[in-house]
Structure formats: C-alpha cells, structure tokens
C-alpha cells in the first residue's frame, strides 16, 4: 500500500551505478533540481547530513585556532584579475553580474568563485608586523563555478563549502598549516564519515591555480571511481605579492607573508553516499546518522497498538537520557525516532532502509509479552531479538561498533580495488575491467600525464605522501620514475 507517487524500489547499484545515485538522492529526498539549471535545493535530511559533517570540521578548524569570519558574495573584476595565473584557472567558470539598480556597471562584480584575491586584497591593512601573524581565518559560505555537466551534491553550479586563509611569517609555518588542513579533511572523512582517504600531493596540471603546490585526499566510490576528498593549498607569497600584502618582521626588514588555502564542500554528502551505500539505498555512518535507530511498532489492532506504546514509552524516555562518546569526548544522546505512520511495516522498513539508519528496532505484541524487541542492523541486516530495558544502555556501544564496521568494510573495499600496475596494456586492461585505484610508476612529465588521460581517461589523483621512493620506469614511456603515481577515473 505504498503511497502514491512515492516509489520504493531504486535501480540496483551494481546495473547502473549513476542511476541508482540519482535514485537514491532523489527518493531518500537529500536533495532536489532547481529552476536553475546546475543549482540544487538541499532538502531537509541532506541537509542534516551537511551539517553533521560541516559541524565536525568546523570543531576541528576552531580547536587549530583558527577563526570564523565572513566576506562578500561580489569580487571586483580588477581584483580577481590581479592574479593572472588564478584567473585563467577560473576564466570560464565565473559568473558575472552586469547590470544592478537598472543599470550596467562600471566594473562587473564576479559572484567568488572562491575568495582568495578579495581576502588579499583586505588584510593587507589587517597585517602589519609580525605580530599580526599567522592570521587564521575560516569562511562559511557558498560559491558558485559555472558548470556544464553538473550532478547533484557532486558537481553543481553553486556549493557551500569552507574555504580556509591563512597568512604567516614563515614558509615552515605555511608548510605546517597546509598539512594542519590536510588532516583535517582526514579525520573528518576517516573518523567521522567512516570513508578511508589516501593522502598526497598533486601534480603541476592538477594544483590549484597560482598555487606553490596542492595536497589532497582522495577515496574510492563504490563504483571503484575517485572522488576528491578536499584539498589544501601552500600559496606560498604569490597572492601576498600580487596584492602587495607586507609585513615588518622581527629583522626590521619587510617581507610578503606566506599563504595558504583549503576547502571541503558538499560533494563530500555524495561521497558519503556512494562509499557506503548499497542496492537498498542509503548506509550511514552512526556519526552522521539523522536517526541513528528507527523504532517500527508493529500493530494491527488498537489493543495491540496500546500495549506496543506501552513498552517504548519507558524505551524512549531511556534513549533521551542516553550518552554516547563521540571521537572528540563530547557525549551525546542515540538520535532515534519513532515511526507511528499508519503504513504497513514493509513500506516502513523501505523508507529507513532507503535512509540509511543504522538500526531498526522492530516491537509487536509478541515482542512486547517477552519485554523485548528485534534489533535489525543496516548494513547487514542481520537480526537480534534485545530486552528492551537494556536498550538504551547497550545501544551507544553498539553505534561505536557499527561505525568501525562501516569503516572497516570501505578500507576492505578500497585495498581489494586498488592495483599496482607496471605495464600500459595492464593498466588501460583493469581500468575497464576492474576500476579501482591503480598505483603506477610514472616519469613526472606534465605531457606524459595527459597524454595518459586522453588514452585511458583516468588521471593521476595525486602522488602519495607516506610513500619511501621506489624507483622505476614511467608506464607509459619508460623513462625513470622515483615513485608511483595513483591513478584512477574520478568524479
Ligand atoms: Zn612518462
């Protein structure tokens, strides 16, 4: 008796894995198309999602000392093309505005497409001594890079995201803020959204534009695709330079400050998804989880619905008072609902599952008469009957339990497809037969790299950071490589 219009079964992953992505955000209702081509409404349990995540990171950015603050939506045209180099490597993705108060304006207002030649622009009359140093801002905002082929959360013509600035005295203390952003991104994927990342550095085609050089961290999707997990960039004195940003350091000498830049976006919402989740729909990390436990009461008649109520009232007023550690040694108590819709269990155990909760308590009269309930887990769904009176209590542990699970299963998912490759014809073989990551010794060359992607269509998502050298001989022409590269087709 599924309502109308609402469609319970979605593509299955594994036929076609674009399919079921769109089915998923689409029925699990996480997000929907705008009247604008390429934007996207988030809708209220994607958005609980975002936000669990955004709130993660933003924890970890304040406990490194770094500060919130806002800037304006409009940069200058003049300003954005102070920095040749960075404006090139946005030229088509900006949108501008050129009309406002019923006329054209003298100079057009680019919408950021991120916000670093506007904050130089400001804080150079916020830094003036080396005392004023390092300066850590972090910016909430949303951005907008006009994209032709957009999918929603992935790629979309306007994103929120967090774009990280910092300006300090020394190149060192710029090198050690650009790996401070790196494990940033680290922790809230592996910890947090239970996703296994690689760390490492990009190459020259890949980097930021006007970028010294970008780190990133990179995971495997479920259909053995990259997907890059954020990125963190050592601008070095090339925008303090640019925008004449000076400091008088201890020496009495003036110098330009050393920058740097990272960000994390809503692509990591459909990250999440497509690292965890299956052919019934979305999996959940318990961290992220909206609900983390779903109790379905099973009733046909009204005596049966009294009796059922009567054995979750003191079930939920035990979750209420619950406390679960989170990594951070902040407690909280199980997030948990209780579904009393007037629809039949199946479509109900649909709808969570769709959601991706990660435990369903199932109560009817015969659970009731033996005081407990049936703990079907998500990710497996496998089935536990448990006295309810110790619900409350053993349920924190058992949310700890399933988010090492989850990420344990991403970690056996990502070794199981990740390849080392020596020879061409191998690497363009498992790429279609096998998608995965492919981990290549490759010479270093920037014709080289691309000349691989136009072949195979993968590229090189970045070289590993915590990698010893390991000599060998480039894939594609043989000439000397001093450590692998990790390739891969990416979102
Ligand atoms: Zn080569």
């Given at each position: 008796?599924?309502?109308?219009?609402?469609?319970?079964?979605?593509?299955?992953?594994?036929?076609?894995?674009?399919?079921?992505?769109?089915?998923?955000?689409?029925?699990?209702?996480?997000?929907?198309?705008?009247?604008?081509?390429?934007?996207?409404?988030?809708?209220?349990?994607?958005?609980?999602?975002?936000?669990?995540?955004?709130?993660?990171?933003?924890?970890?950015?304040?406990?490194?000392?770094?500060?919130?603050?806002?800037?304006?939506?409009f940069v200058p045209r003049s300003l954005l093309e102070?920095?040749?180099?960075?404006?090139?490597?946005?030229?088509?993705?900006v949108a501008w505005v050129t009309h406002a108060g019923g006329e054209e304006l003298n100079e057009w207002l680019a919408i950021?497409?991120?916000?670093?030649?506007?904050?130089?622009?400001?804080?150079?009359?916020?830094?003036?001594?080396?005392?004023?140093?390092?300066?850590?801002?972090?910016?909430?905002?949303?951005?907008?890079?006009?994209?032709?082929?957009?999918?929603?959360?992935?790629?979309?013509?306007?994103?929120?995201?967090?774009?990280?600035?910092?300006?300090?005295?020394?190149?060192?203390?710029?090198?050690?803020?650009?790996?401070?952003?790196?494990?940033?991104?680290?922790?809230?994927?592996?910890?947090?959204?239970?996703?296994?990342?690689?760390?490492?550095?990009?190459?020259?085609?890949?980097?930021?534009?006007?970028?010294?050089?970008?780190?990133?961290?990179?995971?495997?999707?479920?259909?053995?695709?990259?997907?890059?997990?954020?990125?963190?960039?050592?601008?070095?004195?090339?925008?303090?330079?640019?925008?004449?940003?000076?400091?008088?350091?201890?020496?009495?000498?003036?110098?330009?400050?050393?920058?740097?830049?990272?960000?994390?976006?809503?692509?990591?919402?459909?990250?999440?998804?497509?690292?965890?989740?299956?052919?019934?729909?979305?999996?959940?990390?318990?961290?992220?989880?909206?609900?983390?436990?779903?109790?379905?009461?099973?009733?046909?008649?009204?005596?049966?619905?009294?009796?059922?109520?009567?054995?979750?009232?003191?079930?939920?007023?035990?979750?209420?008072?619950?406390?679960?550690?989170?990594?951070?040694?902040?407690?909280?108590?199980?997030?948990?609902?209780?579904?009393?819709?007037?629809?039949?269990?199946?479509?109900?155990?649909?709808?969570?599952?769709?959601?991706?909760?990660?435990?369903?308590?199932?109560?009817?009269?015969?659970?009731?008469?033996?005081?407990?309930?049936?703990?079907?887990?998500?990710?497996?769904?496998?089935?536990?009957?448990?006295?309810?009176?110790?619900?409350?209590?053993?349920?924190?542990?058992?949310?700890?339990?399933?988010?090492?699970?989850?990420?344990?299963?991403?970690?056996?998912?990502?070794?199981?497809?990740?390849?080392?490759?020596?020879?061409?014809?191998?690497?363009?073989?498992?790429?279609?037969?096998?998608?995965?990551?492919?981990?290549?010794?490759?010479?270093?060359?920037?014709?080289?790299?691309?000349?691989?992607?136009?072949?195979?269509?993968?590229?090189?998502?970045?070289?590993?950071?915590?990698?010893?050298?390991?000599?060998?001989?480039?894939?594609?022409?043989?000439?000397?490589?001093?450590?692998?590269?990790?390739?891969?087709?990416?979102?």
């Amino acid at each position: 008796m599924a309502k109308a219009g609402f469609v319970t079964s979605i593509t299955r992953q594994s036929e076609d894995f674009p399919a079921w992505y769109n089915d998923v955000v689409r029925k699990a209702e996480l997000a929907d198309y705008s009247p604008v081509r390429g934007c996207m409404i988030i809708r209220p349990y994607g958005y609980a999602i975002w936000e669990s995540m955004r709130d993660e990171l933003d924890r970890h950015i304040k406990r490194t000392g770094h500060q919130n603050v806002y800037f304006p939506l409009f940069v200058p045209r003049s300003l954005l093309e102070k920095e040749a180099e960075h404006v090139e490597g946005f030229n088509p993705q900006v949108a501008w505005v050129t009309h406002a108060g019923g006329e054209e304006l003298n100079e057009w207002l680019a919408i950021r497409p991120t916000s670093e030649t506007l904050i130089a622009e400001v804080v150079k009359d916020w830094i003036q001594s080396y005392r004023d140093l390092p300066l850590l801002m972090n910016l909430w905002n949303n951005v907008v890079r006009w994209e032709l082929r957009t999918r929603l959360f992935l790629r979309t013509t306007e994103f929120l995201w967090q774009e990280a600035h910092t300006f300090h005295a020394t190149e060192q203390e710029a090198v050690d803020e650009v790996a401070t952003g790196l494990e940033a991104y680290r922790s809230v994927a592996e910890d947090w959204l239970a996703i296994p990342v690689i760390k490492g550095r990009k190459t020259e085609n890949e980097k930021f534009p006007g970028a010294v050089y970008t780190l990133a961290v990179e995971a495997l999707m479920r259909d053995g695709k990259a997907l890059q997990a954020g990125t963190s960039h050592m601008l070095g004195q090339n925008f303090a330079r640019a925008a004449n940003i000076e400091f008088l350091d201890r020496d009495n000498e003036r110098k330009n400050p050393h920058g740097t830049s990272w960000g994390f976006s809503t692509r990591m919402v459909g990250a999440t998804i497509m690292a965890h989740g299956d052919d019934s729909g979305l999996v959940l990390p318990p961290n992220v989880a909206p609900v983390q436990v779903v109790i379905v009461p099973i009733f046909r008649s009204d005596e049966d619905r009294t009796a059922v109520a009567g054995a979750i009232k003191p079930l939920e007023a035990a979750l209420r008072d619950s406390r679960r550690t989170l990594p951070d040694g902040r407690t909280e108590p199980v997030r948990f609902q209780v579904d009393w819709r007037e629809e039949t269990p199946g479509f109900k155990y649909n709808h969570w599952e769709l959601r991706g909760v990660p435990f369903r308590l199932e109560v009817g009269p015969r659970d009731v008469a033996a005081e407990q309930g049936m703990l079907v887990k998500r990710i497996d769904r496998s089935k536990e009957p448990v006295p309810l009176d110790r619900l409350a209590a053993e349920l924190p542990d058992r949310l700890d339990a399933y988010q090492r699970e989850i990420f344990g299963r991403a970690v056996a998912f990502r070794d199981d497809n990740t390849h080392r490759i020596d020879e061409y014809d191998d690497f363009k073989r498992v790429l279609d037969e096998q998608p995965g990551f492919v981990l290549a010794p490759w010479c270093g060359d920037s014709a080289c790299e691309k000349q691989i992607s136009t072949d195979t269509g993968a590229t090189i998502r970045i070289v590993p950071l915590d990698q010893s050298d390991e000599p060998g001989a480039c894939l594609r022409d043989g000439r000397p490589s001093r450590q692998p590269a990790l390739f891969a087709r990416a979102y």
